[in-house]
């Protein structure tokens, strides 16, 4: 299923996200916090901060990614759960958000570090995903850091509407039949809502779901650290 293309950095990334560039940039991921705290739109703020640090689009995407309120840092704070609190657990596993961070990482693409420390990639997906030679081992990794952190049971839940949704399932199915883990695999149509009220610990850097779900927990930064160690990390957080 996986081919021989990778997620690896975009041309323009070493530029945009220079050492030199980052207290800016880390600037930019304040101000846009403080006006996001305050009520401000998001649209009109991210054009204010960007255009008075004179910020390309990707970085402008990168700190809107990194920012959120002193209101949301607390709460996804208090939320967040240690590798000690996977056992015995079930946890629900956001497929397309977790799996592209983790196939950036592998292939030296770069990963966002924000305000909350989750990890995320600045691309995303966007209708369409196709698996790459990193795949597999992203998987493998996944399943790996729950199976030893001792959670009893995992959900992975797709996006119905991401094309090869279908394939990325009998992926992780064929996966976890082979290691002898505990999955099920879910595709639906809008799994946000699904994932913001499950029951258990949900593994994710959407924003959305982060300010509402019971607890989270950042897979993707554990996994980078005892597995990815050299992995391209640009942390905005401060």
């Known amino acids: 299923m996986s081919d021989h293309r990778n997620r690896g950095a975009h041309p323009a990334d070493a530029r945009h996200f220079a050492e030199k560039a980052l207290p800016t940039l880390r600037e930019a991921v304040a101000d846009l916090s403080w006006l996001r705290g ?47 609190a996977l056992a015995g657990a079930t946890v629900h596993v956001d ?53 030893q952190a001792g959670s009893v049971f995992v959900r992975w839940v797709l996006d119905q509407p991401v094309s090869n949704s279908g394939r990325l399932a009998g992926m992780l199915r064929e996966a976890a039949e082979q290691a002898g883990w505990t999955w099920e695999v879910e595709i639906i149509a809008s799994p946000d809502p699904r994932l913001a009220t499950a029951e258990g610990i949900v593994v994710t850097s959407d924003a959305w779901i982060l300010d509402r779900c019971a607890a989270w927990f950042n897979l993707v930064g554990v996994v980078m650290e005892e597995a990815v160690p050299d992995a391209w990390t640009v942390d905005l957080g401060g």
């Open 38 to 84: 305050r009520g401000y739109s998001d649209v009109a703020s991210l054009k204010l901060v960007g255009d008075r640090l004179q910020l390309t689009r990707r970085q402008r995407g990168a700190v809107a990614r990194c920012a959120c309120s002193d209101e949301a840092l607390a709460s996804r704070t208090v939320r967040r759960q240690d590798v000690a």
């Open 95 to 147: 497929g397309f958000n977790t799996l592209i961070t983790l196939e950036r990482a592998l292939c030296g693409g770069l990963v966002l570090v924000g305000r909350d420390r989750a990890c995320r990639d600045l691309a995303g997906v966007h209708g369409t995903w196709r698996a790459v030679s990193q795949t597999p081992r992203g998987v493998d990794l996944v399943g790996r850091c729950l199976a």
